[in-house]
Each structure stands twice: as structure tokens, then as C-alpha cells.
């Protein structure tokens, strides 16, 4: 449906009847979110640590460009968790110009207007999701790595003036968020820190606190302040009475100055801006489990035993020297550098005895190498490199083994793809639509006033779905990570084909009552990804059938008109029907 949203109207009297409570209220819940999220700190911290590198700051603060890799021995896991949610991505959206399609919902005919209609609202919605300016393409790689690294992780989709929309990623370092209806995430407080200069910027001098007004007057432009972005479903009749505008819709928005206890802002969406989607998740847990949680044994042991391995390389190249009495050395001291002199004192030498000498032979690096490499791959499968990559790909194989080996990437991966497409791909692309809609980007209603002047207007079909709040489109994926799961079924559509064809020619022709040509075609394109412009309607089908039964008629009829005809002429011809009646005997 569409929405009307305003993400920059700043409330116009901070001071208004309530804004009190709603500040109370607010940091009050934020605390309470902030605990629930407390067990995880320790997870979060490891991962951070020793997978993801870049957000360590959940249990201690950093200096911006601080070094934090310096105990880090095993690149291995972070390697892995960016290489698996680049894949993820290539799989799940691929830069192809049909990688989704919008398709007319089945409580309508399809016709070629509305079928014209959704392929254009297809590309208008892609170009804006390929704008770079839009965000979206760093937004969702952000995303992904904080899914297989933290479990958890959203992106903000909102309005902008330039791009449309606009999309931001937020990570668990920052939300606090809880459940509702289907277990699904409607609840989401931000805390993050602004400067003084920013949060000027952002809500206007007129509507922050006194102190940061006198900090802003006073050019105190980097003190940083820590602000709370609160979005959670308003209480069913408790919203605002009277407010018309943002402030009455579903979901509310409220902005704080948590040092000071001050509202910045207060607002509203018809939904839920940002999508989180966690990666896995037990029953009864709110924040997702991710690929590199299962690996931490691991990958902890793996840097362990590298650090222990670099000290013992360490040890070989460079081992520990030993002499029997420092009165050998003229110089009192070794020197190992390269060219180095060294002078020894011949009369405290013993006889056949070496002046110096290595003071401890080191043990067998065999079963250290066999460790790592055992780890590294173990590693790898944690993070399902193998089924990701699929390093089989370019062998040569029979389309059975093809199937086969699309059947257990399949089984393997199909649930992650599932959740990621029903997480956040569609959500995603829903709130997209929405927004674009609602910023008449996707057409005019008809009848409205800006249908008169327009070329582009909704078809009414479609625009009677809008008004009455049902679906208004289908969505099909025509990506890797959908062609793999649907490989089985695709496999089986050419089989049975191929198995009613082979009856039909031995005589056998009840074999093809059994297919649905247009069912059949429908499905495959789907899944193969065919473009839809190569697709002709059903209704367009249905009026070249019509008519080809038509012309067929019409041949038959004059087939059969010819064919009596030249049987009366043959026959007249051959004498056996006299062209005069004969003469009566006298």
C-alpha cells in the first residue's frame, strides 16, 4: 500500500503536553533492551575480535583508527566470513537486469496492460536499487557480513530528495530490538553518539537541548553526545488523538538527547523503516546465531596454535646460541648479523669442541602444519566455502550429476536462502515500492488529477487492489540461489515432457491431457530466468489461440464446401447422374 512518510519533519514544539513521558518512557525501554541484550555482549566481542575485526566496541571503547589486529595470528576466519558473504550476495542478488521480476497476483486476469505495467514498475525499482548514490549495494554488504559474523542485522530503507530512496545499515553494536507478531522484529531502539555540529544539522538549532545549543554557539562543534532513536509499534488506541500526519500512524519514531533527557524529535511510518533479519535463531531467543559463532572453538584454537607456530618459526630461523665461557669471544658478545666478524680467544677453546653452538634442537613442525591445515578447512566448512563456491563448477558433467550436485547445495544452503529472501530481499523491496508509490514514482491513480496530465497511470485493476489493501504484486527471483533450489523441480518438468511426448509417439496421445502447456512454461521461465518480455500474457494467448481456432474452422469449412462440390462434379462427370431426365418410351 502506498505510504506517506516524512523522515525530516522535526516536532514543532519540543515542549508539548507529554514529551516528558515519552522521553522517560523511552529510556526506560531502552535500558530494559539494553539488558535482555547483555548475555551476548561476550559473543558479540569475540566475533568482533577475531571474524569481523572492524566492530570490536562491545565491551570496551577504542580510539577512531586505533589498531586493533595485533593479536591476531590467523587471517582464516575473516577471510572466510567476507568471502561467504560475498558469495551470498552474488547468489542471493546478482547484477543482472532481471534478477527479480514483478508479476501481476493471481485475483487478477494479466492482462497485457497490467503485464506492461509491472515490467516497467520492475525497471524503475531496479535503477533505483543500482543507483550507487542510493546505497543500497553497501548497505546490503554491510548487512550480509554482520549476518554470517553477528547473526543480526538490518538496513534502514527512508525517502530521499536526490536518490528516491535512500538505504543505511545498522548493526547490532548499535540496535537493541525485540519481537512481536511472528516472531518478527518490530521493536528497534539506536543508540549512537552525534556531534554537537551534527545533531544541529540534523534537527535544527531551535529543537536540541539548551547545552548543546550553548556548545553550538560557543563552536564546540566535535563534542560528542549520545542520541536515541526509539521506533516500536504504537499501542493499539493510544495514538496520538487529534494528530493528524506522522504522528498518528502505526509505528512511532521518537528521537532523544539522553544526557539531557531531551526530545529532539517525534514521528511516525505506516511500517517498519529497517529490516533486520537475523541469520539462525533458536525458539524463544530474539538476536540470530551466525556461521562464525559456530566456528569460535575453531577459530580460537587456530590462533592460538598459529601464534605458537610463529614463535617456534620465529625460534628455527633465528634459535638461541650458546658458548661454553664468555672469555671466548674476544668481543665479550655474539654478533649473527650478516658479514658479521667474531674474534675468539684460541686458549679457552676446548679441542674438537665448537666455540659456539645452538643451545636447543627444536621438535618436528610435521603434526603443527597438519593441525593448521586441518583447522584452516575446518574453518572453510563453518563458513560452507565449499557449497558457496562450488569449486566443481567447471568440470564437465552429465545433466544427472548437474541435478545431483544442485540438489545438495540445495539442501545445504536452501534454508539460508529461504530466510534471507523472506528477511530481507522482499521486505526490502516491498517498503521500496511502497515508498516510491507514495512519492508517485510508479504512476497516477486514475481518475485523480494528476492522471489527466500524465503519461504513466496505474492501470485500474491494479489501483482497485491498492485502495482495497490486497496484494498488489507478485515477486519472482530469477537468481543462482533460486535456481538451485528450484533445480529439482525444473528437472522434473522437462522429464514429465519428455515422458508424454514419448507416449504420444507410440500412439498414446491421452498422455498429453495431462500437461498444462502454459503452467508448464510459465514455471520453467521462472526458473531458468528467462526475461518476462520474451513471455506473452495469458490473455494475449488465449485471443492468438482463439483466433488460430478460428482460422482453422474457417479452413475446414471451406475444405469441406470444396470437397462436396468436387464430388458433384466428379460424379456428373463419370455419367452416373444424367444431366437430363430421360424420355418416356411411346
Given amino acids: 500500500m502506498p505510504q506517506s512518510i516524512n523522515n525530516n519533519q522535526p516536532a514543532k514544539d519540543p515542549q508539548y503536553s507529554g514529551s516528558q513521558a515519552v522521553v522517560e518512557n523511552s529510556l526506560r525501554r531502552a535500558e530494559q533492551l539494553k539488558r535482555k541484550k547483555d548475555p551476548w555482549l561476550d559473543q558479540f566481542q569475540l566475533v568482533g575480535e577475531f571474524v569481523h575485526m572492524r566492530k570490536q566496541e562491545f565491551q570496551s571503547e577504542h580510539t577512531a583508527g586505533e589498531f586493533l589486529t595485533r593479536d591476531i595470528f590467523d587471517p582464516a576466519a575473516p577471510k572466510a566470513a567476507h568471502t561467504a558473504a560475498s558469495t551470498l550476495i552474488s547468489l542471493l542478488w546478482p547484477m543482472t537486469t532481471n534478477r527479480i521480476q514483478m508479476t501481476a497476483p493471481d485475483t487478477l486476469e494479466g492482462t497485457d496492460e497490467e503485464k506492461k505495467y509491472y515490467e516497467k514498475v520492475t525497471k524503475i525499482l531496479l535503477k533505483v536499487l543500482d543507483d550507487p548514490k542510493a546505497n543500497f549495494g553497501i548497505a546490503t554488504s554491510e548487512y550480509m557480513l554482520d549476518q554470517v559474523t553477528f547473526g543480526t542485522s538490518g538496513v534502514e530503507i527512508a525517502k530521499d530528495k536526490k536518490t528516491k530512496v535512500r538505504f543505511k545499515p545498522w548493526g547490532v553494536k548499535h540496535m537493541s530490538i525485540e519481537e512481536g507478531e511472528n516472531d518478527e522484529v518490530d521493536t528497534i531502539y539506536i543508540q549512537v553518539k552525534f556531534t554537537v555540529q551534527k545533531i544541529v544539522k540534523t534537527y535544527g538549532i531551535d529543537n536540541v537541548s539548551e547545552k548543546t545549543r550553548e556548545e553550538f554557539n560557543q563552536a564546540q562543534y566535535d563534542v560528542e553526545k549520545d542520541i536515541l532513536i526509539a521506533i516500536e509499534p504504537r499501542i493499539t488506541g493510544m495514538q496520538t488523538s487529534g494528530k493528524e500526519g506522522n ?306 474452422q474457417q479452413e475446414a469449412e471451406a475444405e469441406q464446401a470444396r470437397s462436396v462440390t468436387e464430388g458433384m462434379r466428379n460424379v456428373g462427370q463419370s455419367g452416373l447422374v444424367p444431366t437430363e431426365a430421360p424420355k418416356r418410351e411411346q
Wanted: glycine share 8%; charged share 25%; with cysteine.
Fill in 247 to 552: 504522528k498518528g500512524k502505526p509505528f512511532s519514531s521518537v528521537h532523544i538527547e539522553m544526557k539531557a533527557k531531551h526530545l529532539l524529535k517525534e514521528s511516525g511510518f505506516d511500517e517498519m523503516p529497517i529490516k533486520v533479519a537475523r541469520f539462525s535463531k533458536l525458539i524463544g531467543e530474539i538476536y540470530g546465531r551466525s556461521l562464525a559463532m559456530h566456528g569460535m572453538p575453531d577459530i580460537l584454537q587456530s590462533n592460538v596454535v598459529w601464534e605458537s607456530a610463529t614463535v617456534a618459526i620465529e625460534k628455527s630461523m633465528d634459535p638461541a646460541l650458546g658458548v661454553y665461557s664468555d672469555g671466548v669471544l674476544g668481543g665479550g658478545e655474539i654478533d649473527t648479523s650478516a658479514g658479521a666478524i667474531n674474534v675468539f680467544n684460541p686458549s679457552d677453546q676446548a679441542k674438537d669442541r665448537a666455540p659456539i653452538f645452538q643451545l636447543h634442537q627444536l621438535g618436528e613442525f610435521k603434526q603443527i602444519v597438519a593441525l593448521l591445515q586441518d583447522l584452516s578447512e575446518r574453518i572453510s566448512d563453518h563458513f560452507l566455502i565449499d557449497r558457496l563456491l562450488d569449486f566443481n563448477n567447471e568440470s564437465r558433467m552429465t545433466a544427472t550429476e548437474a541435478t545431483l550436485r544442485d540438489r545438495m547445495r540445495s539442501s545445504t544452503l536452501g534454508q539460508i536462502f529461504n530466510r534471507q529472501i523472506a528477511s530481507y530481499f522482499t521486505p526490502t523491496i516491498e517498503r521500496t515500492f511502497n515508498l516510491l508509490l507514495a512519492g508517485g514514482h510508479l504512476g497516477a491513480i486514475p481518475g485523480s488529477e494528476e492522471a489527466e496530465d500524465s503519461n504513466f497511470v496505474i492501470p485500474e485493476s491494479i489501483a482497485d487492489l491498492m485502495v482495497s489493501g490486497e496484494d498488489v504484486f507478485d515477486l519472482t527471483y530469477f537468481t543462482p540461489a533460486m535456481r538451485i533450489m528450484q533445480a529439482e523441480e525444473a528437472e522434473g518438468i522437462l522429464r514429465q515432457a519428455e515422458l508424454a511426448g514419448t507416449y504420444a509417439e507410440i500412439g498414446l496421445t491421452d498422455a498429453l491431457d495431462c500437461i498444462d502447456v502454459d503452467e508448464g512454461m510459465d514455471k520453467y521461465s521462472k526458473i531458468v530466468g528467462a526475461p518476462s518480455e520474451n513471455s506473452t500474457s495469458r490473455v494475449a494467448r488465449k485471443k492468438k489461440r482463439d483466433g488460430r481456432e478460428a482460422q482453422m
